[in-house]
Nanobody, 114 residues
Framework: VQPVESGGGLVQPGGSLRLSCTTT????????TDWYRQAPGKERELVAQ???????DYADSVKGRFTINRDNAKNTVYLQMNSLQPEDTAVYYC?????????WGQGTQVTVSS
C-alpha cells in the first residue's frame, strides 16, 4: 500500500514542477493525502493536505504558489509547484492516511538552483 511519488527534478528559480503521488488504495478508504518535505538538516514539514471531501490546506510558506489536487480515476494526488525558490529544495514525501493506517512514499528530490 506504499504510495509512489514522481515528478521531482532540477528546476531554476521561478520555475514549476508537478509532483504525483499514486496509490493502489481505493479513494473510498483514504482519509487524507499529505505532501511533506525535508530539507538537509531540517525536520520534515507538512506542505499541503487534501481531505476526502476535497478540502485543502497549505503551509504558509507555499500558499499562493503550490496547489494540491486529486484525480480520483487515477488514484493520484498532484502537487503543482509554481514560482519555486531555492528554499523549496528538499525531498518531497507523500503520506496517505487511510483506515489501514498511514503509508509513506519513498520520496522524490526537488532541487531549485540556477
Amino acid at each position: 500500500v506504499q504510495p509512489v511519488e514522481s515528478g521531482g527534478g532540477l528546476v531554476q528559480p521561478g520555475g514549476s514542477l508537478r509532483l504525483s503521488c499514486t496509490t493502489t488504495q481505493s479513494i473510498d478508504d483514504i482519509y487524507t493525502t499529505d505532501w511533506y518535505r525535508q530539507a538537509p538538516g531540517k525536520e520534515r514539514e507538512l506542505v499541503a493536505q487534501i481531505g476526502r471531501g476535497g478540502t485543502t490546506d497549505y503551509a504558509d510558506s507555499v500558499k499562493g504558489r503550490f496547489t494540491i489536487n486529486r484525480d480520483n480515476a487515477k488514484n493520484t494526488v498532484y502537487l503543482q509547484m509554481n514560482s519555486l525558490q531555492p528554499e523549496d529544495t528538499a525531498v518531497y514525501y507523500c503520506k496517505v492516511s487511510s483506515r489501514v493506517g498511514p503509508a509513506w512514499g519513498q520520496g522524490t528530490q526537488v532541487t531549485v538552483s540556477s
